[in-house]
Nanobody, 134 residues
């Protein structure tokens, strides 16, 4: 079992930056165990469906991004500290949403299509609110 806790959300003006963190833990967790998980960020705005934001694969840490955030968001992982980050810059009003961290037991060759699909993820955090104001 894996627990995920997001942090770093808040209120920011358009054009600003935020860093979201996702800390993973588990009863039998280890650095090796964490490194075997692909990690993703999704978001859900009021009245909209949950959508993919970014993901980072296990092992070599391939990254994948939604077109809407490409060039503005950067996902990274720190396996030693069981944490995944997403650095968000040049934030726009439309980035306002609850951001969720998720973990998936994926193969090393899993594709971007796999990582962008919410149902492929096994564990989810509770979410952190990001509000971008004008």
């Amino acid at each position: 079992q894996v627990q995920l806790v997001e942090s770093g959300g808040g209120l920011v003006q358009a054009g600003g930056s935020l860093r979201l963190s996702c800390a993973a833990s588990g009863r039998t967790f280890s650095r090796y165990a964490f490194s075997r998980y692909g990690m993703g960020w999704f978001r859900q705005a009021p009245g909209k469906e949950r959508e993919f934001v970014a993901a980072i694969s296990m092992n070599r840490g391939r990254t994948f991004y939604a077109d809407s955030v490409k060039g503005r968001f950067t996902i990274s992982r720190d396996n030693a500290n069981y944490t995944v980050y997403v650095d968000m810059k040049s934030l726009k009003l439309e980035d306002t949403a609850v951001y969720y961290c998720a973990a998936t037991v994926a193969s090393a060759l899993a594709s971007g299509s796999y990582y962008s699909t919410a149902k492929e993820y096994d564990y989810w955090g509770q979410g952190t609110q990001v509000t971008v104001s004008s």
